[in-house]
């Protein structure tokens, strides 16, 4: 049972192109969800993240868009270029339990010049 | 700057081995992770700490093992490695939910 879920799978957009990489989760106490972005042979880093108390996120070229209700959210990558090619996880963690968190499957973009 | 390093980068083991993954960290982050991403899974949890002397399950642990002799070492071990361990561990470091310092990750296949 997956508990974060990311889709696409894959995404291949153009440069200039705006990519939209959505996320959906099952825990209602879900409160804060960051979102990381891994390029090949490197771990995982911090993009961006957001409380459940807010409905949008900006940094740069980088927005998280998140609906409470429907349990869902998703990184828009505004002006995409070929450096933005990775693989994206969408992650969510609530208050209690120890920080952990839990990590959907990923999105994999290629961004084509 | 956060620093999470890994030890070995690749391991070929065999099936029935013993395998020791290490993780050291800088920061001095109190909560350290030991996860395993494998392609269609993501990132799963297999063990975490809260300091030194601690260790919790994760959402995967079963066939590890994990060990925290001091704040700044996490290792994940693997006392009968079997094939379906092959892939890719990373280990973190963070002092609260904001954020997670992964480090660069190890290559484990057994054989």
């Known amino acids: 049972q997956q508990q974060v879920r990311q889709s696409p799978q894959s995404l291949t957009v153009w440069e200039g192109e705006t990519a939209i990489l959505n996320c959906s989760y099952e825990?209602?106490?879900?409160?804060?969800f960051p979102w990381y972005q891994q390029f090949p042979g490197e771990g995982p880093a911090l993009l961006i993240s957001i409380l459940s108390v807010s409905d949008k996120k900006e940094d740069g070229r980088f927005t998280i868009f998140f609906n409470k209700r429907e349990k869902k959210l998703s990184l828009h990558i505004a002006d995409s270029q070929p450096g933005d090619s990775a693989t994206y996880f969408c992650a969510a963690s609530e208050g209690t339990g120890g920080y952990k968190v839990v990590f959907g499957s990923g999105t994999r973009l290629l961004v084509s010049p | 700057e956060a620093a999470v390093t890994q030890s070995p980068r690749n391991k070929v083991a065999v099936t029935g081995g013993k395998v020791t993954l290490s993780c050291n960290q800088t920061?001095?982050?109190?909560?350290m992770y030991w996860y395993r991403q494998d392609t269609g899974h993501g990132l799963r949890l297999i063990h975490y700490s809260y300091g030194a002397g601690s260790t919790e399950k994760g959402d995967i642990p079963d066939g590890y093992k994990a060990s925290r002799p001091s704040q700044e070492n996490f290792s994940l071990i693997l006392e009968l490695a079997t094939p379906s361990q092959t892939s890719v561990y990373f280990c973190?470091?963070?002092?609260?939910?904001?954020?997670?310092?992964f480090g660069p990750g190890t290559r484990l296949t057994v054989l």
């Open positions: 825990n209602s106490a879900f409160d804060y």
């Open positions: 973190a470091s963070g002092d609260a939910r904001d954020e997670q310092y």
């Open positions: 920061n001095n982050h109190n909560n």
